[in-house]
């Protein structure tokens, strides 16, 4: 890493990371040419690239992938936890390499490219990961030239006044926009995903979705829509969500409706939920409150049973009195252990946010019920007078371990049948 200065890119160089602190890491760029400024993260998992880069919760991120082979499975349409990628771009090791994948329809950086994101390879991912360890995650801008022409003050300018996720509401920019339903379960080899029909925009008749009937010839009775009635009913708030999140609602029973970041309380009990799923997504949880915690709190006054996960578990703290911080670096990776305080159990899990509750501030209802075994941080909470809980880890994995499932049976079992 070098201080910034008006220098020609290396021979070779196509793309550059400028940190706001002034280092600057040059690469090969690959994906789209143009650049995009964000935080600068670090992600620790070995699989499931296409479902982080798709991540609603990595808008407004670069992610540095620490495991160095990048790309070699390819691309499919559907390892992906939402339409387009969120996340503005990777850095990795080696250059992306031709797929040797069954699975794979094309090559990482075509797909990257056909979606504006853009990508540097040739880093030593090592050093730039040490460097967020020990300096925290900076603000950058990663570049693309294919003729290595770079103004890099003008890219240090454009890092150092990006003002940074501290304060910033992202919610909004990427929830769905209308009121719709969720068919369609997890991923089995051979078949796909179970009855997927996707996110349908459902027509109200007296507050009442419309549930579509899925199309798949493959569905199992479960999913047949005269039965999917009769199950208990999840209203999730999309702050974000990962699709494999709805995916295991249906899976654990539930049939699934989905609002906006912004629904209203009147909204959400229009649709008369058995409970009530918060979604994970990007931001700061303290700036999504301004609008999400007030019908949080009214769903928690009226003890209507309540699930979070990442930003959905932020929210709910916050909703309880509890305090949020951002952190140093973050955690973000798919082999994070965690600690589950009732039994001891020491669960592997799928994490992804730069946020964390202040565990020194849950209020006394909420008892603290998970922790990190890296750093100690909450990961997890239970208010004691009400039928809410939460989680600070994704237990959808997509990627990752799927220790954690049991989560979503709980929920589901909280509801009750019809």
Request: proline residues 6%; hydrophobic residues 40%.
């Amino acid at each position: 890493m070098a201080e910034a200065k008006p220098l020609p890119a290396p021979e070779g160089a196509t793309g550059v990371l400028v940190l706001a602190t002034g280092d600057v890491v040059w690469g090969r760029g690959f994906g789209a040419e143009g650049s995009a400024v964000g935080e600068v993260c670090f992600h620790t998992a070995m699989t499931g690239y296409q479902e982080i880069m798709t991540d609603p919760s990595f808008a407004g991120q670069l992610i540095t992938f620490t495991f160095p082979h990048i790309g070699n499975v390819g691309a499919n349409p559907e390892d992906i936890e939402a339409d387009d990628p969120h996340a503005l771009g990777m850095i990795v090791r080696q250059d992306v390499t031709d797929p040797s994948n069954f699975r794979s329809v094309e090559r990482l950086d075509d797909w990257m490219r056909k979606h504006d994101r853009i990508g540097l390879s040739g880093v030593d991912t090592r050093a730039l990961t040490r460097r967020i360890r020990t300096g925290g995650a900076p603000n950058g801008v990663i570049a693309h030239s294919a003729n290595g022409d770079f103004d890099i003050p003008a890219l240090l300018d454009r890092a150092r006044a990006w003002p940074g996720l501290e304060g910033m509401d992202l919610a909004k920019s990427v929830t769905r926009e209308t009121h719709g339903t969720w068919d369609g379960g997890v991923w089995r080899l051979g078949f796909g995903y179970e009855g997927e029909a996707g996110f349908s925009t459902s027509l109200e008749t007296n507050g009442e979705a419309a549930v579509s009937a899925p199309e798949d010839s493959r569905l199992s009775p479960p999913f047949v829509s005269s039965e999917v009635e009769k199950r208990p009913h999840v209203v999730a708030i999309d702050y974000g969500a990962k699709r494999n999140i709805y995916r295991n609602l249906v899976r654990a029973g539930a049939k699934v409706s989905v609002l906006p970041a912004d629904a209203t309380y009147d909204q959400i009990m229009a649709l008369k939920p058995d409970g009530v799923f918060l979604s994970n997504g990007p931001g700061d949880p303290a700036a999504t409150g301004e609008y999400a915690l007030a019908p949080i709190k009214r769903l928690l006054d009226d003890k209507l049973p309540v699930f979070g996960i990442c930003l959905g578990h932020q929210l709910l703290a916050l909703a309880a009195g509890a305090r949020t911080t951002k952190m140093f670096q973050g955690h973000r990776g798919a082999n994070h252990p965690v600690k589950r305080l009732d039994d001891g159990v020491v669960e592997i899990t799928s994490m992804n946010h730069g946020f964390a509750v202040e565990r020194d501030s849950l209020p006394a209802n909420a008892r603290e019920t998970h922790v990190s075994l890296f750093d100690g941080s909450n990961c997890g909470l239970e208010l004691t007078d009400r039928p809410a809980f939460s989680v600070q880890y994704h237990p959808e994995a997509s990627p990752g371990p799927q220790d954690s499932f049991y989560l979503f049976e709980r929920f589901v079992g909280m509801l009750g049948a019809k």
